[in-house]
């Protein structure tokens, strides 16, 4: 059953047309729609919280990377909490509270299969939107790309881009939980530095924007890197190809630099270092772990509780702002996981 009044308007953001280069706000409509009618198997949701996630431009493609496209007409997808408002699906009740996939209106019908199943948001402590961060595809990634794809262990020279990023800043500070011995972070200017230090527990962080950034990971791994999160790709990880250690190991997780404008991307061109000096390089992509999400979320709570991983969101609050929050995934935005509060549970 619905508490639902027919009249409800559904507030909507929906692509008008496929973004050229980068996203902008104007590449959206905002259109006040219906609440759409619940058929078997459906699940109602109310929406909470959006998430923001680079590969959101992907699927913004013609090709849609590894999703499916956005169409034209259609709401922009993304991660999301909501509540359940209807269901005729056994498995969800009004008033439960999930994440996964939704799209930027107030009303959705949600999928509860597919590889990222709609999941249930347990009661806890913390706040509900860091199920969207530390416990979301940020965190999620994170936990399995260090542990997992990279496998650092104790000992390790570890280099992460991206570190201010929602994924970024926990694999960082995952490595040190894991005893790596010397954890590096990458990020754009002196400010975005000095926070990695001081807030996701690196010995060291690297300006990419200096010239002498290569330099200077030469210097603080003077025996090569062992392991690198590569959030970023482009020249970045051509560079990074060359300050690896032999038998290094380096996890393919995002490529921030290409924009994610289209499916072809800058390849590296040092890549004859994977041959000479023998080194894995693995992808991650988190719909391949889904099964595992349980245990692995239960991990991360523990170090949450135990204060050993340190949260950090850049929240904003607004339907209005939907549109607007997009591109500064790929301008430099404040750290942590951005997410926008959209209405609070009933
Ligand atoms: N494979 C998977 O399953 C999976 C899951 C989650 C995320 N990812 C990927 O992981 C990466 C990070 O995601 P996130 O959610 O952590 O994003 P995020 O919170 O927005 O962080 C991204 C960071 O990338 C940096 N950046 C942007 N453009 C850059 C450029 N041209 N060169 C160098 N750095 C740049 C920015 O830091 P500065 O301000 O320091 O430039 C920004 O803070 C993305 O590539 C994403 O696609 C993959």
């Known amino acids: 059953m619905s508490y639902l009044d027919p009249k409800t308007v559904n507030r909507q953001w929906i692509l008008n047309r496929r973004p050229q280069g980068a996203v902008v706000r104007t590449d959206f409509d905002y259109v006040e729609g219906t609440v759409p009618s619940v058929a078997d198997g459906d699940v109602l949701v109310r929406s909470l919280y959006f998430g923001y996630d680079a590969s959101q431009r992907i699927w913004l493609t013609e090709d849609g990377g590894y999703m499916k496209p956005i169409m034209p007409g259609e709401p922009m997808r993304c991660m999301g909490i909501g509540q359940v408002v209807e269901s005729r699906n056994p498995d969800y009740q009004p008033g439960d509270l999930v994440e996964g996939f939704m799209s930027w209106q107030d009303y959705a019908i949600v999928r509860a299969d597919g590889p990222m199943p709609l999941r249930h948001l347990p009661k806890a402590d ?65 400010d975005k530095c000095r926070w990695v230090v001081e807030n996701v527990g690196c010995d060291a962080c690297v300006d990419y924007k200096d010239p002498t950034w290569t330099a200077k990971i030469a210097e603080l791994a003077p025996d090569g890197v062992d392991a690198y999160f ?19 190991r380096i996890l393919i997780c995002g490529a921030m630099s290409q924009g994610y404008t289209g499916v072809k991307v800058q390849g590296p061109t040092n890549y004859m270092r994977i041959c000479t000096h023998q080194l894995t390089v693995q992808g991650i992509l988190l719909f391949f772990y ?57």
Do not use: Y
């Open 126 to 190: 913390f706040p509900l939107s860091w199920n969207l961060g530390v416990f979301g595809v940020g965190g999620l990634t994170a936990f399995f790309g260090v542990t997992d794809g990279l496998k650092v262990k104790e000992g390790d020279t570890v280099v992460v881009s991206a570190a201010t990023g929602a994924t970024g800043g926990l694999a960082c500070q995952i490595a040190r939980l894991l005893g790596a011995k010397k954890v590096i972070g990458i990020a754009g200017g002196a």
């Open 290 to 346: 889904a099964a595992k999400i349980p245990q692995a979320a239960q991990q991360i709570g523990q170090w949450v509780m135990e204060g050993k991983l340190r949260v950090t969101e850049n929240r904003h609050a607004g339907f209005e702002k939907a549109p607007d929050l997009l591109p500064t995934m790929f301008t430099g935005k404040d750290p942590g996981k951005l997410v926008l509060h959209v209405a609070d549970p009933a």
């Open 230 to 248: 590569d959030n970023v790709g482009g020249d970045m990880l051509d560079e990074m190809f060359l300050l690896m250690a032999p038998q290094g």
